[in-house]
């Protein structure tokens, strides 16, 4: 097995947010990322990065953090009662994008790094992320280029790869109370440690890339596609399930605040604006009402 170092994987994060930040800046045009570096009173901090009000974004946070401490929380512990009394680091970037145009879909990525160690045994750690794809007027071509950019990347490692984590992230991404995913899915992955170290860092790298390769198309696409106050307050409608998952069952969520992370940066993947409406039910021949037939698991590549 080779070694375990966190170094080269923080290197590695920090060079993946510059080049995200740099090609979504180019693919907006106008506006800039804002740089906010915070420090955390336990151990670690990390830089954040936003763009508002952009010519195509309207709000978009891309996070390097490194963090660290000598107890876990227990959204932790919860599910890995053995890494109780180890120090822990983690690292990663974790990216959401809310475009302005109802017709560019929403999309998030992260890549991430735990290692927990205890002296006299071996470090436990794995890697994790993936990204994921929201739309509110889906295009069939742009969801098959954002599952084809996914499979192409996972194929190097495997033919079951790409249907595993696939699979996992329709099953992540998933709203139990509204009955339906969050999205068209993509990518998700947590506890890989099943390769050497060498090898699941590879993949990480792979997942980081990928993301611009899957989302600028797509955003260079869409960008100019008329729309108004209809699409405006749909979209601002399916934004409020984007909510209710992140506060509800996104673990990052849960453990970045539990451990004491930065609240700001924590709920950077909030949308700027959303709403909600009682029982809002779309006519289901509208285009609004067949985004329904969307959110649920599908193969997309067949």
Known sequence: MSNVAIEPVVAFLKTLQDDI????EAADGRAKFVEDNWQREEGGGGRTRVLTDGAVIEQGGVNFSLVSGNKLPP????????????TWRACGVSLVIHPKNPFIPTSHANVRFFVAEKEGEAPVWWFGGGFDLTPFYPFDEDIKHWHQTAHGLCAPFGN?????????CDEYFFLKHRNETRGVGGLFFDDLNQWDFDTCFEYIKAVGRGYIDAYVPIMEKRKDTPFGEKERQFQLYRRGRYVEFNLVFDRGTLFGLQSGGRTESILMSMPPLARWEYNFQPDKDTAEGKLTNYLKPRDWLS
Do not use: F, M, N, V
């Not at 079951?160 to 984590?165: E, S, V």
């Open 160 to 168: 079951d790869i790409y249907p595993a984590h696939k699979k996992w």
């Open 21 to 24: 930040c740099q090609a979504l």
């Open 75 to 86: 959204s932790a512990t919860a599910h890995r009662p053995e890494l109780a009394g180890r």
